[in-house]
């Protein structure tokens, strides 16, 4: 039987480690050729040559997509290699929790480029190639899934700016969706909740004690396949299908 993504190419932001990774290494295992995009190259290049090595082919770019003229490079990179673009995943991204009141801005700015415009910067680059792909791809369809977080969808104290960040992630792919859709680049959001990544490491001592360890500590959370396999389910469906936004939850949290 023919992978279902056989003849494809994706390109994954944030594919250095966590759901990034996952979502690569699940993406080749269907059959497209992936772009791996993250600022730590070494990982990719490990990850890489995995993905070789079960017989799937993977391109190393190492970019920091918060800068508008790297993640322009970063999809010309990719199209210059495979001759095409049909996926792009947004999965980058930074969270920092604390209060308010008394706040690093320099943390804010940081989940802002991150989140934000890293993701607006490499849905830009790429809107044109995926146009392309749905109007002459041998599948006459495209995607864009956006990795959000259940912080796109509920507020609470200390997750303020990154409440702000997935929040507007959730506003400006449902405008998209409207905007694109129809011409068949369908635009999902993939909202999480906890997951066994990187995420909460970026955190001082004092808040991932107070506000990240005891959650992880007493919940079983998901693992980084569990949101690959749901960006697979994305964009395997049927070109007549498209998921708007898919919520996945650990049972103990939901």
């Known amino acids: 039987m023919t992978p279902p993504l056989n003849g494809t190419v994706a390109l994954v932001t944030g594919a ?3 759901i990034g990774a996952a979502t690569a290494r699940q993406l080749a295992g269907l059959g497209a050729s992936v772009a791996l995009v993250a600022r730590r190259r070494a990982r990719l290049e490990t990850l890489a040559a995995e993905i070789a090595t079960v017989g799937g082919t993977a391109l190393v770019i190492e970019a920091d997509i918060t800068d ?8 010309d990179q990719t199209v210059e290699r495979f001759g095409q673009l049909d996926i792009l995943v947004n999965n980058a991204g930074l969270m920092l929790l604390g209060p308010v009141v ?7 700015d940081r989940m802002i480029a991150i989140n934000v415009q890293g993701l607006l910067h490499t849905t830009h680059a790429a809107l044109p190639h995926l146009l392309k792909a749905a109007g002459g791809s041998p599948r006459r369809v ?3 899934v956006n990795i959000s977080s259940i912080a796109g969808r509920v507020a609470w104290n200390g997750y303020g700016v990154y409440n702000l ?9 449902e405008a ?11 635009v999902g959001v993939l909202e999480p909740g906890g997951v066994d990544t990187e995420l909460g490491s970026h955190n001082t001592p004092d808040i991932r004690g107070e506000m990240i360890d ?20 994305m964009v395997t469906r049927p070109r007549h299908a498209s998921v708007a936004e898919l919520w996945i ?6």
Do not use: C
């Open 16 to 18: 250095s480690s966590g």
């Open 68 to 75: 508008r003229a790297q993640a322009q490079s970063v999809v």
């Open 102 to 108: 008394g706040a690093d801005p320099e943390e804010w």
């Open 142 to 144: 495209a995607d864009i």
């Open 165 to 173: 960040t997935k929040f507007g992630v959730n506003g400006f792919t």
């Open 176 to 186: 998209l969706r409207q905007e694109v859709t129809q011409r068949h680049v369908r």
């Open 214 to 233: 005891p959650f992880y500590e007493q919940t079983e959370v998901l693992a980084p396949g569990d949101i690959a396999d749901g960006v697979a389910y």
């Open 249 to 254: 939850m650990p049972t103990d949290q939901a």
